[in-house]
């Protein structure tokens, strides 16, 4: 009976605990709206400049009002997935083909380091005059930020494969295929998942950096056009749902992850 | 009867500055059913030997003769290699499935194995619920699984703590035995080298050539754990100790 009242107190404890940081999780993000709601409408701070947690609400109700609200969520949603997707489909086949040779890692090995510490975003008006002023440059240029380091994260990983793992295959004279299939991309998915996180931010900031220069619709061109008709409200909206849809994209791989993981 | 021959047999490791001589000149013969052990201080090249007969490893010089066509060679290596996604089944089940040998009746074989040796009830577990023993007599089942006509044994029980490592070095003896089957054994552990073998082969330093070879000849021979303690057993010791402390120095 003690111990079993020892448990519980043990248990107990675990959850206050737990529940105090979500409550003080909650108590800054209130304190810090409100404490921006009450500058503002005390003129303390420039609510023209600063904007204001109402302004932003009301902002994102008239956008909802006039439709518009969710196209534009929705074409840097579209541009977000088709780059990710893209890029997490080649950068691993990518990987797949510099561990299957070698000798065309040592080949590559210089040009891919170039082309990662260069700041794609140099490319953008090049990519625009290749690909024209439109979507395609947006997702081209998602594309060449994230691919790069989904490449090089996963052939690490790949090249890491437990050594043992892949003598053993070999002493059953499995193929190079084989020992790919069977030992090298199972062992390789907690790596993936991991690239695919890192994957996600880079994709956004290439699709926000490819609406901010080209778009006509977009969460990114709401940023840039709100700036350029100095509607302050407006480029904070902007960022707020990007933000929010940056966490629900986060978390869709974090219960992914979970899924994957679980399974040994 | 003689199932392979090592003649004349040679490596040699090469680096940009220089030319590593691993074997040299190894002459072994190896009968069906017979248990090696080969021993040697480490970094001589005895796990070379095993590689080379696997085909995982070219060799420099001379030549293996097997008698008998086609045989089929099996590997178990220091650590266990499981797979930790799999369950015990499947990671028993590798080797078929790789070799497109996944029949009803090979399938039954391997949990026949499985039944025998007690892992019966823990087909579907992972690899990390097992203890360190049982996931070598599960690396062992592996192995059998694509009927070798030869195991071989790189220091199978070198990651497993004493205790463990006598109790499944009499698993694992006990199931070559049972299955009938020739094993090559690598170990720098004299004791464990006794206790098993019916020939033990001692190595030199490098370049590695053959020291001198043992029968292993005891009354009443058994398990290893048994031999340990057969009145012939401290012979062998200190003669084998001998004469790897004569080429440390």
């Given at each position: ?22 409550f ?9 709206i409100?404490l ?72 590559l ?44 994260s ?11 793992n ?43 950096m ?27 909206t ?27 | ?17 220089q ?55 099996g ?121 098993m ?13 053959v020291?001198?070879?043992?029968d ?25 100790w ?8």
């Amino acid at each position: 009976m003690k111990t079993n009242d020892e448990h519980k107190k043990y248990l107990k404890k675990i959850r206050l605990n737990s529940a105090k940081v979500i409550f003080f999780q909650i108590i800054i993000f209130v304190l810090f709206i409100t404490l921006w709601q009450i500058l503002s409408d005390k003129g303390i701070i420039n609510s023209f400049l600063c904007s204001s947690p109402k302004k932003v609400i009301n902002t994102i109700i008239s956008l909802w009002k006039s439709n518009d609200l969710f196209t534009h969520i929705w074409i840097t949603l579209k541009e977000i997935l088709i780059s990710f997707g893209l890029g997490t489909i080649i950068g691993i086949l990518f990987a797949a083909f510099l561990w299957w040779s070698p000798f065309a890692s040592k080949v590559l090995d210089p040009y891919l380091t170039i082309i990662n510490s260069l700041p794609k975003v140099s490319l953008g008006p090049i990519i625009i005059i290749w690909a024209g002023a439109n979507q395609n440059s947006i997702i081209l240029m998602a594309l060449l930020i994230s691919v790069i380091s989904t490449i090089i994260s996963v052939y690490v990983g790949f090249k890491q494969t437990n050594k043992i793992n892949i003598r053993l295959l070999q002493s059953f004279k499995a193929n190079k295929f084989q020992i790919f299939t069977k030992v090298v991309l199972p062992s390789n998915i907690n790596t993936i998942i991991s690239s695919l996180k890192i994957n996600l931010s880079m994709t956004f900031v290439g699709v926000i950096m490819g609406e901010l220069l080209v778009s006509k619709q977009g969460l990114g061109y709401l940023i840039n056009y709100g700036s350029q008709v100095f509607n302050t409200s407006l480029v904070i909206t902007g960022v707020v749902l990007l933000g929010i849809l940056t966490s629900v994209l986060y978390f869709l791989i974090l219960f992914i992850e979970k899924k994957l993981k679980k399974e040994w | 009867m003689q199932l392979l021959q090592l003649k004349e047999l040679s490596k040699n490791y090469l680096t940009k500055k220089q030319v590593i001589c691993a074997l040299k000149n190894i002459n072994i013969s190896i009968n069906e059913n017979e248990f090696i052990v080969l021993v040697g201080p480490s970094g001589c090249g005895k796990s070379t030997i095993l590689s080379i007969i696997g085909d995982l490893e070219k060799k420099s010089g001379g030549k293996i003769e097997f008698n008998k066509k086609n045989i089929k060679v099996g590997y178990m290596f220091q650590e266990d290699a499981l797979l930790p996604w799999l369950n015990v089944l499947d990671n028993c089940m590798l080797g078929l499935k790789i070799q497109k040998r996944v029949t009803e009746e090979n399938k039954n074989y391997v949990k026949s194995l499985l039944k025998k040796y007690g892992l019966e009830s823990f087909e579907k577990s992972y690899p990390k619920e097992l203890s360190g023993g049982m996931r070598q007599r599960v690396a062992l089942i592996r192995t059998l699984a694509t009927k070798p006509d030869i195991l071989l044994l790189d220091e199978p029980f070198s990651a497993l703590d004493y205790q463990t490592r006598i109790t499944v070095s009499d698993d694992v003896f006990k199931i070559i035995k049972e299955e009938e089957k020739t094993a090559i054994l690598v170990t720098h552990d004299i004791s464990e080298a006794i206790s098993m073998a019916d020939k033990v082969v001692v190595l030199s330093n490098r370049p590695s050539i053959v020291k001198k070879i043992y029968d292993i000849k005891m009354d009443k021979k058994g398990l290893p754990s048994e031999n340990r303690k057969n009145e012939k057993f401290n012979f062998y010791y200190k003669q084998i100790w001998k004469d790897l402390d004569h080429y440390e120095n």
